[in-house]
């Protein structure tokens, strides 16, 4: 005889047959509406079982012998371009599981690289191998306290002391060493976890209005679910009361928005779960607090539920390895246990019971279509950052200024601006009406690969991870501090508006600043913080953004940022011959690498204000930028070298990429330079430190950090006065024009030594050598280029019959194109010359 199954306040799931219905009726809307419906899966596994039985019921209709939505059960909604259908309905209490990319909880995430994902799974073994050296640990620390409380009179108990005390110390030194090796994990992930990837579902080779996580393990999901959980609950710490006590005792007030995803599990047997869940895109503290008053853990509910935790009478033996994966089991039997326990007078007021009885069932919108499902995660990520942005609870401020960006960027796109700014900022790039602007909105707000920022790259170039986050920086530095028009002179004695050209504009709606003319300190300390966060994205360590303050001033924030626009190859060969500006913008470009390392260089603001003697010498983050920057003319500094420079400025560039730690030459442990003299307690090697160059530019046994950086350039060389221009120490030597030896220049300095002049031209010319040889190339590019576009305009007219254009342009261009010829058949006459003095130097 079946036992009836008990009724109550917490609702049990629709059959199967309903949940047909119900993606009938969501099929037939969507089709009204032309929008793309979820995949019918997705509708039969999370949205169907998430609804009670009675509820389903009241949202269908049948018209014209089909089912469809109630009128009253959905609404459609303009998100910018593209439209979302919503479901509006109840749902079970504790069905729904917080949304891992909340914008709340960004700063949490690290980019989604693949080295990043490959140390959260050794992390998770780590994590394992630990638990079971912990239980080793404790089972051989009772043995010993057994063997010590033994009889006296066993001729044997001294050495059985003595053989559980020494694997005591055995099990304990185990632990010590995956403890370590734990923490050295954890360092490497910059104590973070890369952000999880979504695509859009795609059935029958057609996208879909849900979400797709890639395949994770099953103890990867767990710890990431878990991870993002802690995450939120440490964010939702600043609220001013407590969330689920307000739902215990007022229920919830306010709907949320919901989407449906599908994590997929692949179990240690090689068996692959597709679970489809409702993941909350608004109100993620919401559910999280829900699932708290069910008791009921959100890593559970995507993964597996254990069955010991939600048991039946009818089962014969809780298995605690069985996982139950089919959402309407979990939640019947959750809600048959919750109504048993409610039943009985017995039953203790803090029991789950008694306090989820308001949240049995909330509100919800669910997205059931949408006209653009590839743009679906970005449109339901925009919604939540505009909830956020525009609500009263309290926003971290990295967080913050991190949705402020995403705003930024969309307001260029939605002013289709976002290409034209970085045409502007990229006048060398390959091809920027290539550019996927959806792929590049996603690879600057480090929602996914830097991939689409390929056809920025200039042509010619090699494309490599150090290429593309350098273009990221700068094309976030492009708009974040744009350029403006140069301002015109007056011709009358009027009042005139500064033109302040079309990007600006979108920066000053966006970030709601005042008139251009108003720009103080304030708003350009404001522009870096968001700089600074918007970058700390692209790196897996994330340093303190307040390290960039003082990067950019007032002239940057009105004027804009003014970079220079050549190549990080192209700056090398330059600060290898000798120019120093090209040295001056690779240290732009390196600052934010050298505040987003394992080991930062940059560190906000330091030391004492009014003096060395409490808290050292005082250096701020300009400070250290200009130390650098003026070592490279600074020769009296003892200890520096271009050779010291250009290998730190190549190593600090290429860390963020390291998958595995440094090496020192012969084997020798590496270890901080500034712990050298530390006995214990040192920090881990971990993938990306940098090794501390020597003044031959060759690696030493050390590991560069913020007390090696100090020492060699240290608050004094960030004081020092620049050379001036055309001084004996910059400016290039005429070769075969000397008139004979002379002692002094005509500032009275004396000159440099000729065969220290010498050793540093031979050091320089490879450099200028191969910058000329990429100059040329570049023009016998261009010169190819110009002759395949006359020749095809030639062919197209042609074909057109059109007439030939007018004799004055003709004329023009044949001038300038004769002026040019005749510059480069001079410059053949020099390279000439060059190749005999070759011979002589």
């Known amino acids: 005889m079946v036992a009836k199954r008990l009724d109550g306040i917490y609702p049990h799931i629709g059959t199967d047959t309903w949940g047909r219905n119900l993606a009938d009726a969501i099929e037939n809307t969507c089709a009204e509406h032309k929008v793309v419906p979820p995949p019918r899966q997705a509708i039969l596994e999370g949205l169907a079982a998430a609804l009670p039985d009675t509820e389903i019921k009241d949202l269908i209709a049948t018209r014209s012998g089909k089912k469809v939505l109630k009128p009253s059960a959905h609404r459609l909604v303009q998100a910018g371009a593209d439209k979302v259908l919503l479901l509006m309905c109840d749902v079970h209490g504790a069905a729904v599981v917080p949304w891992d990319l909340n914008d709340r909880t960004v700063s949490c995430w690290s980019p989604p690289v693949a080295e990043a994902s490959q140390r959260v799974k050794d992390l998770v073994a780590a994590e394992l191998a630990l638990q079971e050296a912990e239980k080793t640990a404790r089972s051989a620390e009772k043995e010993r306290e057994a063997c010590r409380r033994a009889a006296g009179d066993d001729p044997y108990a001294a050495q059985a002391l003595a053989a559980a005390t020494q694997k005591h110390e055995d099990a304990e030194h185990r632990v010590r060493e995956l403890e370590g090796e734990r923490q050295a994990l954890l360092a490497a992930l910059g104590h973070r976890r890369p952000r999880p990837v979504v695509r859009a579902a795609v059935e029958g080779g057609e996208s879909k209005a849900a979400l797709v996580l890639a ?93 010991s935790l939600v048991p039946m009478p009818k089962d014969k033996k809780a298995d605690p390895g069985l996982l139950l994966l089919n959402l309407r089991e979990i939640l019947n039997r959750l809600s048959t246990r919750l109504n048993e326990a409610s039943a009985k007078p017995e039953t203790d007021p803090s029991d789950p019971s008694v306090r989820a009885a308001k949240i049995a069932t909330v509100s919800a919108e669910i997205v059931i279509g949408c006209t653009k499902p590839a743009a679906l995660e970005h449109v339901l990520r925009t919604l939540n950052v505009n909830d956020h942005l525009r609500g009263i609870q309290p926003y971290d401020e990295d967080a913050r200024l991190i949705a402020l960006f995403a705003t930024l960027v969309d307001a260029y796109t939605r002013e289709s601006l976002l290409a034209d700014a970085l045409a502007e900022a990229f006048p060398d790039a390959r091809g920027v009406d290539l550019l996927d602007l959806v792929g590049v909105r996603d690879a600057l707000t480090a929602n996914g690969p830097l991939d689409p920022l390929e056809p920025l790259v200039p042509a010619g170039d090699d494309v490599s991870p150090v290429v593309l986050r350098d273009i990221a920086v700068r094309a976030i530095t492009a708009l974040v501090f744009p350029e403006i028009p140069p301002e015109t002179p007056q011709k009358t004695s009027g009042r005139t508006v500064r033109d302040t050209g079309r990007f600006w504009p979108v920066v000053r ?228 024009n000397s008139t004979g030896p002379t002692t002094a220049t005509s500032h009275g300095a004396p000159l440099a030594d000729p065969r220290d002049q010498l050793t540093a031209l031979r050091l320089e010319l490879p450099a200028r050598v191969e910058l000329v040889e990429g100059s040329y190339q570049r023009a016998v590019d261009s010169a190819h280029t110009l002759m395949t576009d006359f020749q095809e305009a030639h062919r197209l007219r042609v074909q057109l019959g059109e007439e030939a254009l007018a004799a004055e342009q003709r004329i023009e261009w044949m001038e300038k194109l004769t002026k040019a010829r005749s510059a480069a058949q001079a410059s053949v006459t020099t390279l000439e010359q060059v190749e005999a003095l070759i011979l002589q130097v």
């Not at 990867?220 to 609950?233: D, G, I, M």
């Not at 449906?260 to 597709?274: A, E, F, K, R």
């Not at 103080?520 to 968001?530: G, I």
Request: hydrophobic letters at 40%; a neutral charge.
């Open 509 to 736: 709606g966006t970030l709601q600043e005042p008139a251009w003319s108003q720009i103080r300190a304030k708003t350009a300390e404001a522009r870096t913080r968001l700089w600074s966060a918007a970058v700390a994205q692209l790196f897996l360590h994330r340093g303190n953004i307040l390290s960039a303050l003082g990067f950019f001033g007032v002239p940057e924030t009105a004027k804009g940022a003014g970079q220079d626009p050549r190549p990080l190859k192209e700056l090398f060969l330059g600060a290898e011959a000798g120019d120093a500006n090209a040295w001056a913008a690779l240290v732009q470009r390196m600052a934010p690498a050298m505040i987003h390392a394992p080991q930062p260089f940059i560190t906000p603001g330091q030391g004492s204000e009014a003096g060395d003697g409490r808290k050292g010498v005082r250096r701020t983050p300009k400070s250290a930028l200009a130390a650098l920057t003026l070592a490279y003319t600074a020769t009296s500094r003892p200890g520096i070298s271009r050779a010291l420079l250009l290998a730190f400025a190549k190593a600090v560039l290429e860390h963020p990429d390291a998958t595995q730690p440094p090496e020192a030459e012969g084997g020798t442990p590496l270890i901080c330079y500034g712990e050298q003299h530390w006995v214990e307690d040192r920090t881990a090697i971990t993938a990306g430190m940098v090794i501390a160059p020597d003044i031959e530019g060759r690696p030493t046994h050390y590991v560069a950090d913020k007390a090696w950086f100090d020492e060699t350039f240290p608050v004094e060389l960030s004081r020092a006065t620049p050379a001036a221009p055309g001084s004996a120490t910059n400016a290039p030597t005429a070769i075969g």
């Open 215 to 307: 395949q994770q393990p099953y103890e990867v999901a767990f710890h990431v679910q878990r991870y993002a959980a802690e995450c939120l609950e440490r964010a939702g710490k600043t609220r001013g009361y407590d969330l689920a006590e307000s739902l215990v005792d007022t229920g919830q007030l306010s709907k949320g928005m919901n989407v449906l995803q599908q994590w997929q599990i692949t179990h240690p047997d090689g068996t692959v779960s597709p679970l489809w869940r409702l993941a909350a895109v608004t109100g993620n503290n919401r559910a999280l607090a829900r699932l708290n008053v069910f008791r009921v853990r959100p890593e559970h509910l995507v993964t597996g539920m254990p069955q």
